[in-house]
């Protein structure tokens, strides 16, 4: 592949996407070894510190913002510890090292660590836009299509929900997954390597996708406007969740009624997280107004969209094994009943 020999352009590359793409609070490393010191940390007498992975996407950076899910936790006795990773399958990797109780990801990031014998339960869905994420190219860039992709080099986060769109797109217009020459690297190298002309095209999502558009006029090539899409995830530690479910039950009570607010209220929804993340209010304003929030509990439907995106996985050999979902389905008749009569 070939490599941008100044290594200073790179570098500044890099630095003015630092708003977009900073990396957890902690690193997974040292999430490693805080799974049993959160209560000290924070001087939490009681201990019952709810420790959450967000992404700068969906509604657990919206409620970090607003500070209702403190107001909502109070009565259990919970304080919140929020860490902020810059894509799901890092976020999974802190849960299954018990570095965080709960987080939010795409579809395909939990496929993955099913796979790979991660400890966690899907305990609650949200429905996926169908343009929150997309197949990008530079303004100036000959490919017009997405089988103008065959042997080139796209970008992705490997296991993102960026993954999945990719191999839906590929396959409708008559590819395979090998008739590419996928580049795994996570959004701040991905962007640089977009950006300096190191890959071809780029799979993303928002807000990294509203931002290229943004900032480098990226072409889009595809989206999910003409194939199968996927739901997005709240995870937890299958311990957290069997001995918590009131919190669990709060906390996507939470999410639906906030979720429903900011389908209403989009520009207030923006101006009061900009800041919060760094980012140009029109830029949030843009990928807020792309999300149809709507937290629910994970049905029999889901289930099977979900089942039907593990299977794409392993039919792609991108998965070792075939997996069952519903293996990883939390169920709690009183959270689901809760979330349908909101």
Avoid: C
């Avoid at 701040?188 to 950006?195: H, I, S, T």
């Amino acid at each position: 592949m070939t490599r941008n020999p100044n290594p200073r352009s790179r570098r500044d590359t890099r630095s003015k996407m630092r708003a977009l793409t900073a990396l957890a609070a902690l690193t997974t490393l040292t999430l490693l070894g805080a799974g049993n010191s959160f209560a000290q940390d924070t001087g939490d007498a009681s201990g019952k510190v709810l420790r959450i992975g967000y992404q700068k996407a969906g509604l657990l950076a919206i409620l970090k913002a607003q500070g209702s899910l403190e107001q909502k936790l109070k009565p259990l006795g919970y304080s919140v510890k929020w860490f902020e990773f810059p894509a799901g399958p890092q976020l999974l990797e802190a849960l299954n090292a018990n570095g965080i109780d709960f987080g939010y990801t795409g579809a395909p990031p939990p496929v993955f660590a099913q796979a790979g014998g991660v400890n966690f339960v899907y305990v609650g869905a949200e429905p996926e836009g169908r343009h929150t994420e997309a197949v990008i190219v530079k303004p100036g860039s000959s490919l017009n299509t997405i089988a103008d992709l065959k042997g080139k080099r796209v970008a992705l986060q490997k296991g993102s929900s960026s993954n999945f769109l990719l191999l839906e797109v590929l396959q409708k217009a008559g590819l395979r997954y090998e008739d590419i020459r996928p580049v795994y690297l996570a959004p701040a190298d991905a962007r640089a390597a977009f950006e300096n002309g190191d890959v071809d095209a780029w799979v993303i999502w928002d807000p990294y996708y509203a931002a290229a558009q943004q900032t480098l006029k990226a072409r889009t090539l595809a989206d999910y406007s003409n194939v199968n899409t996927a739901h997005s995830f709240y995870e937890a530690t299958r311990d957290f969740a069997q001995q918590h479910p009131d919190v669990i039950g709060a906390l996507l009570g939470q999410l639906r009624t906030t979720g429903l607010w900011v389908n209403q209220h989009p520009d207030e929804t923006a101006a009061l997280i900009a800041p919060k993340v760094g980012l140009d209010v029109k830029l949030v304003e843009t990928w807020v107004r792309r999300y149809p929030y709507g937290t629910t509990a994970v049905t029999d439907e889901i289930v099977q969209s979900q089942q039907n995106v593990a299977d794409a996985f392993y039919g792609a050999h991108l998965i070792p094994q075939k997996i069952t979902v519903r293996d990883n389905v939390w169920q709690n008749r009183d959270v689901a009943a809760s979330l349908a009569a909101k």
